[in-house]
Structures are given as structure tokens and as C-alpha cells.
């Protein structure tokens, strides 16, 4: 290997993939990309990372083992699902692929990411997609990641009846999300094909990238800190099992996502100056806006113990099917603020697959929380705080997208198709259940074998285990119950940003400037979800891919 490498990218996620594949086509360019999970080239892909729904979350070695994360200011800490493996979240999310909406890009240059705006990041969504149901100036043909949507026709019973019960309602067809913003009952696209899970390390780093001379990739390696000469970045100290090596690079990318690179940074000492000499490390650029501006799309969940002939069928592999996008009355928000999807299955068992759900999202919440160290050592765990719902306007939107999802199952063109309906939430015990195993796949069927052949006793259990025994009725009618259901209940949607905020430079809160680089040092970037100025309408993946490839464009184009 060289001695230097012309880039070095730290994380190989969504992000570092895309960099990887596109500064690497430059035959010129010496690339390193490095991944602190298990690397997988193409055709050794484990099958549940393969997989059209999303198994590969209910394995435990494709996440970081020790992450924990507060998300209420008074919540005890609870583990966080956060991928480690080459691909990042795109290699266990459930590949939802939405853009969001012009004026989400349009604020971003407004708050002085310039050259951010909608026109300016529509070419590259174009780029990076294939868009397999829709053309013309809004989508790509030829970009390496396969867009899809379920036909209408093909959407299971419990989804159906929702969408039937949301039409009574007023609610009209969206047929392309990714089209003109409007609300309504919409086809959701996804990034694979029937058959597959088609995530930027696939796509980006196929055999044809991979075959490349300039570029290697190395896994199982975490970064630790990056070093410097004076207020020049020239590498990376990454730890390989218990030995620490240094590598050297005339410009160091960090892609390691929302929680990583924030903390990757602050072990550099780039960050608030007073925070980093109170745990002893030496700063390199005060900076105090690292760690700050954590955010995410809050979400609850209203869920149905489905009839047996309400199951999505198996030949239907992927869950996402159907959302509804909405505008809440809080006065002074966005349109199309409130998100609910809509499941039919909620996990890979016989149970989860009897268990539809309305998954009530916030699509732009006002509350922030923060990253921030524990400790020096990156063997030590992170202090994540997201706060969620802190800031009143987000819980009373949540109130709207929880009564109206209490409504929806309520209908009379759902009723025929449940047993149940109930509160839901993703505690530790669905978590140890959901983790793929022999004797989960045993459990969730005898408990299922006992809700359908005790129907009277269903209704108690379902309350008393799944929905902590509340009734529906109750949630929707009493505020003050709901107040306290959500604030329990709530996490994020796994879309953390913003923790390293692209912006002007002058701005406190500012991280990166427009063209992705650290304020302070020279030869370094963060170009991942942690430079978001604001989360999009959207699940964040395509806009990081999207962002990658812009980044990728001007890097290579000098800028």
C-alpha cells in the first residue's frame, strides 16, 4: 500500500460508499476507504443483508455493540440500533427512498448553505437513481440505485383498508412522492428490487470499483483521531483489534454518520473549546457547534393484532407498501409536516407478520439534542442525548398524527380485518424478540398459536403485553393520558443529523462550509448526515447518497 494515499474516508456507510466508488473512478486518485465493521463484496453478502425487508437489523453483529442513547431528557439510556458493517444504515434500514420536498434544500441555502438549494441538488438525486415507474425532468434513468414503488393492486388487506379509510376522509392518491410535495395516501418508493436489498456499497462498490488498482478498502478498523501537522489534517490513528496504526492522507473525508463523526472529531479536538480541555485533550479548532443540533423524526406507534387473512402475503417480501403525508394545524409549521406509515407486517416471525401498524412520524420537529464524550478514549461509550419533543410544537403535532391514526383503525373498513387494536411501543422485550434466532421464531409462534385459540383471554394479553394496558379508546379521548403515552413511547425514526452543521462560516453553530470542509483545519471534510442543516421531509438515505454524490462532483471537479 502507499505510504500516502491521496483520500482517506473514514466510515463506509451510505456516504463513504458513494465517495469511494466516485473518487476512485479517477484513475489518478489514491483512495482508502475504512470501515469499523465487517466488509462484504459483492455476492458474500450475508442473505439477510441481501433480503428485500429489512432482517438484517435483528442481527446484532451488524450493529454497534455498546450504543446507548437518551431519547428524553429524564429517559433512562436504552440501546440504539445503529450499523456497523460496509453500507452503513443503507445495508440495515428498510430502503424507504424519498427525497423530501424543494423547500427542505431551499432553507438549507436560506440558512447559508449556499449552493444547497433545490436546483442545485436535483442533478445529483437524478444521478444516483434508476427509477424503474417514473421519468421525465424530476427523475433519473441511469443511476445505479433501482427506485420502486408497490402497485396499488398489490398492497396487502390491513394496508388497503387504511388507505380506504384515509380516502373517506378526503385524502386523494399520491402516486410519486418524489414528484410535486402533496398530501395524501402515496406509494412509498424504495431503494431495491423485488428481489434484493440494492444499498450504495452494492451499487457504488460493485466488482467493475472494486477491481480498481487505486482503491482498497479496510474493515474491522476504527478510527480514533485524525492527526495533524499544525492546522493540517494528515491522517487517521485507527485502532485494528488491540494494535493502532497511523495512516497518512493528503485529505481526510469523514463519513462515519450523525453520532460517529461528531465524536471522531472531538477526540481530534475539534470542538467546543472548554468542553474538550475539561476532558484533556488538546484543541486543534474550537469549534462548538460539534456534538450540537442532533435531531430526528420522533415516532409512535398504533398498532393492530391482524386476522389471519389480513397478512401481507410471503410473495410480498418488502414492507413498505403505503404512507400518508399530511399538513398538521400548528400555526407557523411546513406543509406536510406529519408522516404516518403504514405496515402490515412489523417483523420476520409468525407474530410480527400478524401485527399491522401506523408508524406516526414527525417529518420536522423543532426539538435538538446533543453528542458529546464520556470519556477521551473511543473505546469508551458516547453520551447521545436527542431530546426528543422538547419543544412544545412538536408534542401537540404528535397529538394530531396519534388521533388520527386511533381513528383510521378504528373505521369501519378496517374493523373486519382486526382482532385488536392498541398503543404500541419498541421495548427491550420486542427487541430480544425480534432478534434472529431459532428459539424467537419458536416463542413469537406459540405466542401467536395462544392470542388465536384463547380469544377470550386476547384481549387482555394484548393490552397487558403489547399495548402496557392502555386502552385505545382511552389514548384517543384523555390529552393528558396521550401527553404521557407519547413522551414514554416515542423514539426516533433512526434518521439522526445535524451534528456537524453545514452552514456560513461566522455562524457559531456552523461545522463544514458549503463545500464540506472543517472550519479551522486544512484537508478535511465531513460530507454525511451529520452536515445536515435541517432533516428533510424524508428518511434521510437518499438525501446522504445524494449528498455524497454532490460532494464526490466538486471534489473531483477541484472545488
Known amino acids: 500500500m502507499p505510504a500516502e494515499w491521496d483520500y482517506v474516508i473514514v466510515g463506509g456507510g451510505s456516504s463513504g460508499a458513494v465517495l469511494a466508488g466516485r473518487l476512485s473512478a479517477a484513475a489518478g486518485n489514491r483512495v482508502l476507504l475504512l470501515e469499523a465493521g465487517g466488509d462484504y463484496p459483492p455476492g458474500t453478502e450475508p442473505a439477510t443483508v441481501r433480503d428485500p425487508y429489512h432482517l438484517s437489523v435483528y442481527e446484532p453483529r451488524n450493529l454497534w455493540p455498546d450504543l446507548t442513547v437518551r431519547w428524553h ?185 450523525a453520532l460517529q463523526s461528531p465524536a471522531l472529531l472531538l477526540r481530534s479536538g475539534i470542538g467546543s473549546g472548554a468542553a474538550l480541555q475539561r476532558l484533556g485533550i488538546r484543541v486543534q479548532s474550537d469549534l462548538p457547534g460539534v456534538g450540537e443540533n442532533l435531531h430526528d423524526h420522533p415516532v409512535v406507534a398504533i398498532a393492530a393484532l391482524l386476522r389471519p387473512q389480513a397478512r401481507q402475503p410471503d410473495s410480498l417480501r418488502a414492507a413498505i407498501n403505503m404512507a400518508l403525508r399530511l399538513t398538521s394545524g400548528e400555526p407557523g409549521s411546513s406543509a406536510h409536516d406529519l408522516y404516518i406509515a403504514v405496515q402490515n407486517k412489523v417483523s420476520w416471525h409468525a407474530l410480527g407478520r400478524r401485527i399491522g401498524a401506523l408508524l406516526c412520524c414527525l417529518y420536522k420537529p423543532y426539538s435538538r439534542g446533543r453528542v458529546a464524550l464520556s470519556d477521551p478514549d473511543a473505546a469508551k461509550p458516547l453520551a447521545v442525548a436527542f431530546d426528543l419533543l422538547a419543544d412544545a410544537r412538536d408534542l401537540r403535532r404528535m397529538h394530531e398524527a396519534v388521533i388520527l391514526a386511533c381513528e383510521l383503525v378504528a373505521a369501519p373498513a378496517v374493523g373486519p380485518l382486526v382482532h385488536e387494536v392498541f398503543p404500541a411501543g419498541f421495548s427491550d422485550s420486542v ?129
Not at 161 to 169: F, H, N, W
Not at 463 to 472: E, M, P, Q, S
Request: proline fraction near 6%; charged fraction near 25%.
Open 431 to 559: 427487541r430480544r424478540l425480534n432478534r434472529l434466532s431459532t428459539v424467537n421464531r419458536v416463542r413469537a409462534g406459540l405466542l401467536l398459536t395462544l392470542l388465536d385459540c384463547a380469544p377470550s383471554l386476547r384481549r387482555r394479553m394484548v393490552r397487558a403485553v403489547f399495548g402496557g394496558g392502555i386502552d385505545l379508546g382511552a389514548l384517543a379521548a384523555d390529552a393528558a393520558m396521550r401527553t404521557s403515552w407519547i413522551r414514554a413511547r416515542a423514539t426516533g425514526f433512526f434518521h439522526p443529523v445535524g451534528t456537524c452543521r453545514m452552514g456560513r462560516a461566522g455562524d457559531p453553530r456552523t461545522v463544514v462550509d458549503p463545500a464540506c470542509r472543517v472550519l479551522g483545519v486544512g484537508n478535511l471534510r465531513v460530507v454525511d448526515a451529520s452536515i445536515i442543516p435541517e432533516i428533510p421531509r424524508a428518511n434521510t438515505n437518499l438525501t446522504t447518497v445524494m449528498m455524497a454524490e454532490k460532494a464526490a462532483d466538486a471534489i473531483l471537479r477541484g472545488g
Open 73 to 257: 431528557a429524564a429517559a433512562k439510556p436504552r440501546f440504539y440500533e445503529q450499523a456497523r458493517l460496509i453500507g452503513g444504515g443503507s445495508s440495515i434500514n428498510a430502503m424507504v427512498a424519498l427525497r423530501g420536498v424543494p423547500d427542505d434544500y431551499e432553507a438549507w441555502a436560506r440558512d447559508g448553505a449556499a449552493g444547497w438549494g433545490w436546483d442545485d441538488v436535483l442533478p445529483y438525486f437524478r444521478r444516483l437513481e434508476r427509477d424503474l415507474d417514473f421519468g421525465g425532468p424530476l427523475h433519473g434513468d441511469g443511476g445505479p440505485i433501482p427506485i420502486r414503488r408497490h402497485r396499488r393492486e398489490d398492497w396487502p388487506p390491513f394496508v388497503r383498508a387504511v388507505a380506504a379509510a384515509a380516502a373517506e376522509r378526503g385524502l386523494h392518491l399520491v402516486d410519486d412522492m418524489n414528484g410535486a410535495p402533496a398530501d395524501g395516501i402515496a406509494r412509498v418508493p424504495m431503494s431495491n428490487t423485488a428481489d434484493g436489498r440494492v444499498s450504495p456499497a452494492m451499487a457504488y462498490l460493485d466488482r467493475s470499483a472494486r477491481a480498481r488498482p487505486n482503491l482498497a478498502i479496510i474493515d474491522r478498523a476504527q478510527a480514533v483521531r485524525i492527526t495533524f501537522d499544525g492546522s493540517r489534517a494528515t491522517g487517521v490513528v485507527v485502532r485494528r483489534g488491540t494494535r493502532e496504526e497511523q495512516i497518512r492522507g493528503r485529505e481526510i473525508i469523514v463519513a462515519a454518520g
